[in-house]
């Protein structure tokens, strides 16, 4: 198993609250979208929308295995 950085670890806990964010913009659509403006209504769409396709994202960095690419030099040649 791979150690996961820090960044990794931050950007697993916003594509947490991405998908959360995305949930309760589909959920307010839902149930509130027929009360409102078209304009308002697809504003929470592409909120929806981003929120949604940013998770997928930081979550694929999240848990991508990033190789070490640093150099030893310790190592005898």
Do not use: H
């Amino acid at each position: 198993m791979y150690q996961k950085t820090r960044l990794q670890k931050v950007s697993y806990v916003f594509s947490i609250l991405f998908f959360i964010g995305a949930a309760c913009s589909t959920v307010w659509l839902l149930f509130k979208g027929e009360s409102v403006s078209i304009v308002f209504k697809s504003n929470v769409a592409a909120t929806a929308f981003f929120c949604f396709t940013s998770a997928i994202v930081l979550l694929t960095m999240a848990t991508t295995n990033l190789p070490n690419l640093k150099i030893d030099k310790n190592i005898k040649q």
